[in-house]
Each structure stands twice: as structure tokens, then as C-alpha cells.
């Protein structure tokens, strides 16, 4: 059991080279994933209910703790990216199915990923995973509107097929983790180190399936939508580190809110496009590479601040060592 922790906790830690490196191997290799995409609401249902199995009912403190921080990063989270996804889709006059995959990560909660990001980062680790929970379970309401809104001008959207596809993927087995937690609290302890490979097995099953299938389509259009989802996340990041700044949010709130907003659960949108907009198949694909790229960079961010911890802005003077570690 200890050599299965080691692993998850360095896969988690590397997820973005991981994730880089088994996305090279099925676009050269696609036979190997493409079977994935037949099952990708079952690998999101798996990623989630593992992520809820990581959470404690006393988590949810937080939400009273810092209820500044958390109203402030819920409300950039489903402003920021989704109305940064609608202008550069109308921006670069992206193709209907490109735009409203761009717009399905826009309208997306925060993911899994920023909570390890924001770990490495030096950020404020319970804040980070508050605003997952919370914006996760504001996601089958907030998401469908915000796609029904913003991408009614390229695809029919429909509302209440998108709030179904929400609650079955991402609310239902949040839930039912965080009962099982609660229920088998002890067990679930003595198992928690290998939790987090969960997820990461089943992101990569995700985007390398979404790959596999799409490889001619991002030969195509890759270049393009690497070019939109680049600008997509760091935006987000940069704005959502701007917001923290001007409402005076310190140094490890203000890292982890940045990262919760510019990393999106892009897995959902994978969901998404493939539940309720099949007839337009490359809607997955800005999703499946914001889903790369987010992680790099997200790592690089997070290395950024941890080496600015050195010298805490706010107090002009050396941080503690127990702040840096």
C-alpha cells in the first residue's frame, strides 16, 4: 500500500507531465485509447467520486471561514472564464463547434488538478479546495446557463438536458463520496494517499480517448485552438490574480484563487460536448487540450509563487518557514 501511495503522490504532483506524456502516445498511438471515449461520463463519474471521497463534512468550514474569499473566487470563476471564453471565440471568429467547446471550459468549475497546483504552489490549500466544492456544486445550475447564454449564438443549447448531464457526472457522485467519507471516515483514511491517483487515471483515460479519436482534427485545427486555450487560461490565471490583488486577498489566498480560476475542470466540458452536442464532434477537443496545457501551465505558475513566498509582499520581510513548506 505504501509504494501505491508513493506513486499517486508523485503522479499527482507530475500530472502535467504525465498527462503530456500519455497524450504524445495516443496521438501516435490512437488504437490503444480510442475505446475511452465510449465511456467518458464513467471516468469523470469515477474522477469525481473520488474527489468527493477526499472530502470531509468538516470541509465545509471553510465556506464560513473565509466567506470573503470564497464569494470572491466563486464569483470570478463563473464570470472570468466564461465571458473570456465568448470573446475570444467572437475575437478569432472561431468555427461553431471550436467556439462552443471554448465556452463548455469557460462555464466549467474549477477542477481537481488546482487544489495539487495550488499544494505545490504554496497557496492556501483549504481555500483552494473550498472553492472547488463550492463552485462544483453551483455547476449544475451555473454551467448550463452560463452555455445556454454565451453559445446560443453558434448551437442550440439545451438547458435542461445540460443540468442533467451535470448532476449525473459531477453532483451525484460528489455527493456520494463525501457519504461514503462520512460513513467509513476511518477506512477511507487509512486509504486517502491513493485517492488522488484515482482522478488521475481517469483525467488521462479522458483527454488521451479524446485525442485518439481526433488526431486528423488536430492537425487541422490544433495550432488554433492551442493558440485560444493558451490565451483562455492565462487570462484566467492573471485575472483572477488581479481580482485577489485589488481586494487586498494575501499572498496564499491570492495564489489560490488565481489558479481556481484559470484551471477549469475540462474534463466536464469533454462531458458536456459529447453528452449534449454530438453533432458537433470537435466541440471535445478544446477541452481535451486545455486539459494539457492548464496542468503545464499551472505548474510553471506555481513555481513562480512558491519562489515570491521567499519575500511575503504584504509584510515586506522574510516569510516564516513554516509558511513556506
Known amino acids: 500500500m505504501k509504494t ?18 500519455f497524450s504524445i502516445f ?23 467520486f473520488g ?50 467547446g471554448v465556452i463548455l471550459v469557460g462555464c466549467c468549475p474549477g477542477g481537481t488538478a488546482s487544489n495539487v497546483i495550488t499544494y505545490i504552489a504554496g497557496g492556501d490549500v483549504p481555500l ?19 452555455v445556454y447564454l454565451l453559445a446560443g449564438a453558434w448551437v442550440q443549447v439545451s438547458f435542461w438536458a445540460m443540468v442533467l448531464s451535470v448532476v449525473k457526472v459531477i453532483l451525484i457522485p460528489v455527493v456520494l463520496g463525501i457519504a461514503v467519507n462520512h460513513v467509513f471516515g476511518e477506512k477511507i483514511e487509512n486509504i486517502s494517499g491513493v485517492l488522488p491517483l484515482i482522478s488521475v487515471v481517469a483525467i488521462v483515460m479522458i483527454i488521451c480517448g479524446i485525442i485518439a479519436k481526433n488526431t486528423t482534427k488536430i492537425m487541422d485545427c490544433g495550432l488554433l485552438v492551442l493558440g485560444v486555450v493558451i490565451l483562455h487560461n492565462l ?19 491570492s495564489t489560490a484563487i488565481a489558479i481556481e480560476v484559470g484551471m477549469q475542470n475540462s474534463g466536464l466540458a469533454v462531458s458536456l460536448a459529447t453528452a449534449n452536442f454530438a453533432a458537433n464532434p470537435l466541440a471535445t477537443l478544446p477541452g481535451a487540450i486545455f486539459s494539457v496545457w492548464h496542468n503545464l501551465s499551472g505548474s510553471v505558475f506555481a513555481s513562480i509563487r512558491r519562489k515570491g513566498m521567499k519575500e511575503c509582499p504584504e509584510v515586506k520581510k522574510p516569510c516564516l518557514k513554516e509558511e513556506m513548506e
Open 4 to 21: 501505491i501511495e508513493k506513486l499517486s503522490g508523485i503522479l499527482t504532483k507530475s500530472i502535467g507531465v504525465v498527462i503530456i506524456a
Open 26 to 48: 495516443a496521438f501516435f498511438v490512437p488504437g490503444v485509447f480510442a475505446w475511452t471515449t465510449t465511456y467518458t461520463s464513467v471516468f469523470l463519474g469515477v474522477a469525481m
Open 51 to 100: 474527489m468527493g471521497l477526499t472530502i470531509r463534512t468538516s470541509d465545509f468550514k471553510v465556506v464560513f471561514t473565509h466567506p470573503r474569499e470564497m464569494l470572491l473566487g466563486a464569483a470570478a470563476q463563473f464570470t472570468i472564464m466564461p465571458l473570456t471564453a465568448w470573446l475570444l471565440a467572437k475575437g478569432f471568429h472561431l468555427p461553431a463547434d471550436i467556439a462552443l
Open 128 to 146: 483552494s479546495v473550498g472553492m472547488t466544492i463550492l463552485s462544483t456544486l453551483l455547476a449544475p445550475l451555473m454551467t448550463p446557463a452560463l
Open 235 to 253: 487570462f484566467g490565471m492573471g485575472l483572477g490574480l488581479a481580482i485577489a490583488r485589488i481586494f487586498h486577498v494575501d499572498y496564499k489566498k
